[in-house]
């Protein structure tokens, strides 16, 4: 019984494969026959079910957002360095210049009592 079951899709499978194959080549579209249940009710396919529409191609790393943010942090730091100057440690050339990415002279932290 299961492998009749089994033999039996792959033969649907091939049929509706050839099937889309004579249309492709036609130029036309082939329309599945809708499945009605025991209920009466049709079922419903894997695209409405999941209702994702068009979307465009996306990267493999939206996937896991964590990888995202840190790629787009490192970007970030990148482009940061390349438009300011921003202080990487160690003493430069010609000594102790003070702080590279400055410092505010009249900047007050502090809370008069």
């Known amino acids: 019984m299961v492998a009749a079951r089994s033999a039996q ?8 494969s050839a099937a889309h194959a004579r249309a492709s080549r036609e130029g036309g579209v082939v329309v599945e ?20 529409g068009l979307t465009p191609h996306r990267k493999k790393d939206v996937r896991n957002p964590r990888v995202k943010k840190k790629k787009a942090y490192e970007a970030k730091k990148k482009k940061l360095g390349s438009t300011r100057q921003v202080y990487k440690g ?24």
């Open 33 to 52: 026959k809708e499945q009605v249940g025991p209920d009466g009710h049709r079922a419903i396919s894997y695209l409405i079910e999941k209702n994702k």
């Open 90 to 113: 160690g003493e430069g050339r010609g000594g102790y210049k003070g702080e590279l990415t400055g410092i505010k002279s009249g900047l007050v932290k502090s809370v008069k009592l």
């Open 9 to 16: 899709r792959k033969s649907d499978k091939q049929a509706l």
